[in-house]
Each structure stands twice: as structure tokens, then as C-alpha cells.
């Protein structure tokens, strides 16, 4: 197929607004709809958060991953805030991307894709429009994009200043992260520059150490043999992602470039679709079906064999390689139960798509004091028991997706040190879901790699 000059949509009948003739979930409902459309205006005129050629890098990259040439790492906080819009928080979030890339290549002896889960997962979708404390109900809170995590109904009613204030809190992080790569913080070099103070007595430092020195070590070999520096150790390609779940957000930032054709959504490189928005004649999937970028669908054990057969028809149509990412989030329970299913279904269509595991969201549950957590033993199960699942499909997991945090929480039990159920009160902080910390990731980095060499002929 000739590509399509510009202007020309290969979305018969799209264009960026035409989502809004459709019945769409998990929308804010703003009071007070002038303010609103004076803020979409000139949020429409600010520079995007990212370029067309990123994001067709990063195709092309997906693609390599379809392919079993690359790994794909995606991970960061389940929902940002703007307060931890700040250098240490972002510095860390990219330190354990980092290293734990370091962990995948050097076992994996194969490229990773790093895309951080921030610089726009400031919405979040939720179960009920509303939330009772008492006697009170109040709006629920749906990210700092939309309101205000304080219970009170100044705080909670929807404002759309937000959007313009979530826009910045993007840029900054992503240019910071820019500023950081290409200065050097991913030089191969010197991983332990990525090291992070508070983890130094962990089980897993001693480990991490000698894997550090192995990399660095070949690294000045590979120059001694060459007589040349190659520039690829100094520097990493970084991409960003969220759950594109503000449809209004998401238009403003959805635009054509000059020597290109089509649409791109701009506000991030990787969009991704929840369950709760993936309704084939949803907003959600109507927009996602006219922007040129790589796209993720999440799926669960609600997804049935029709419903991600037609999904892949009007999201991928001509089956282009790079461009569909599936993420099962089936839970450690129901893993085996439905996702060879889905597996079949994906082969009957012939759409070349990554597939890559959610070990997370299926696994959260709550102390017998109410606290909401994740068990690390879980989390590993479900990604032993999707490897082997693919494997014996004749199918291919690509990549992981994980909510994580370079800071030294206490939100998942187990892991190296075994934290229990008592130890979630010493630094418990998320406002939504619980987080990996920076060891527990890196012990998973480490288990994946395990794993991924066992099934890898």
C-alpha cells in the first residue's frame, strides 16, 4: 500500500473530534463548559509534548519487538502528581528504568525499548462518578488533570485550568528527561552513577555491583578492540506513555506535522486504551482509530475472542507491523484460563501485534486492615506463568508493563527483603495503587531475565 500523501486520513471518516458522536466513559463533567472550551483553545496553540519522528521511532522499535529482537520495558507511577512534578522524583523514576534495562540487556543480549509510564498519567479512570465518606459524597477524584485528591467539594469539582497545568508539569519532565539522556546519565560507562543512595544495604546491591562492573567492562573492551568510542553507550533512546483516557486533552494535542501525513496524537509517543474505555463503538476507540501512533490495549479477563478480533479489524486494518501492543492483565488466578484463548484469536486474524504482560492490576487486593496492596510472589507467578503460556502457544512475550517507583516505598509485600503486611504503614504513599520500590524492580528485572532464558531457545 502507497502511503498516503498529507492530508489524506486512512480513517475513513475520522477526524480528531469526531469521538464526540460517540457515548464515552470515564469523562470529567465540567460545570462550567465556556472555561473548559477557552482552555482546549489555547491548549490547542501550545507546542507538543513530543515529535512525529519519536513516535516513528518508536514504531519501528515495536515492530523490532514484534519480531523477537527487542524487549520492551514500560513502567512509572500508576497515577502522577503534580507536586512530585520535581528533579529528585523524576531523577529516580528514570535511575530504576535504567537499571533495570541494564539488567534485561545484559541477560536478555537483546535491546530494550524503555518507556516510562509519566510526563502525563495524570488521569486515572474509576469505578463510580462519585465517593461517600459518611454522610458526604463528593465527585471521585480522576487525577490531578481533572480535580484535586482532597475531600472537599472546592477541591473535587472538576476544573479545567488543570489541563493547561498538567501540559506543563508534561513538559517539564520530559525535558528534564531529555536534558538527562542526552548529557550523558545513561552512559554505559558509568551505571553506577544510576545507583540510588538508600539501597546500598539491599540483598540485591552485591548483585547489582558485579553486573555493573561485567557491563562496564565490556564496554572499554569493546572501545580497546574498536579504536573508537561508539556513541550508543553514551545515550539511550527514552519514550513516553499514558492512558489517553481525557479525550478532550488528548484532541487538542492531536495534530498534522509538515512532510508527513496523517494525525499524531502529540502528547505522548505510547497512548494506551483501558478495559473500562475499549468499547468498540466507544470515544475511546473511535479516536484511537485515526492517530498514527503505536497503541495499547489493555486486556483482561473480561476480553472475549469477538470483542479483540473486531478491536484489532478497526484498530489495525491493515495489519501494519509496530502498531498494536497488547497488555494482558489477567491476575495470577485467571492467567491460565484465559489468555491461551486470546492468544488463538490474535493468530486467526494474522495482525502482527507485542504482547507484553501487566503483572499488576489483576493482582491488587487489600489487608485485613484495608490496605490496599500487591503481593510480589503474585506478581512473579503471573510473569512465570505468561512466559510459559506463550511459549507453549507458539507465541512471544515481548515486553513487561509495571507500576513502580525509584523511591524507597513500602506498598507491595514480599520481595528481597520479605516486607510484610505490618511494614506497608512505615511509607505507604500512593494515591491510587500500590508501587513496586526500587529493589522489589530490580529483583524482578532480574527474575524476568531468568525466566525469559528458560523458554528462549
Known sequence: MEPPVKGVNIAPGWKPDTWTGRETLQQPTYPDQAALHSVLDRLSTLPPLVTSWEILNLREQIADAQAGKRFVLQGGDCAESFNECSSPLITNRLKVLLQMSLVLVHGMEKPVVRIGRFAGQYAKPRSSDTETRGDVTLPSYRGDLVNSVEFTEEARIPNPQRLIEGHACSSLTMNFVRALVDGGFADLHHPEYWNLSWVEHSPLAEEFQRLADNIGQSVRFMETISGRKPGSVKRVDFFTSHEALHLHYEQALTRQVPRQWGWFNLSTHFPWIGMRTAALDGG???FFRGIRNPIGIK??????????????????????AGRIVLIHRMGEQKIEEHLPKLISTVKDTGSPVLWVCDPMHGNTESTQSGVKTRRFRKIMNEVDLAFDIHASQGSRLGGVHLELTGEDVTECTGGARDLSDEDLGRAYKTMVDPRLNYEQSLELAMLIVRKHNQVTP
Open 284 to 286: 475511546h476507540v473511535e
Open 299 to 320: 486486556v483482561g479477563p473480561g476480553m472475549t475472542r469477538e470483542w479483540l478480533a473486531d478491536l484489532l479489524a478497526v484498530l489495525n486494518p491493515e495489519r501494519e
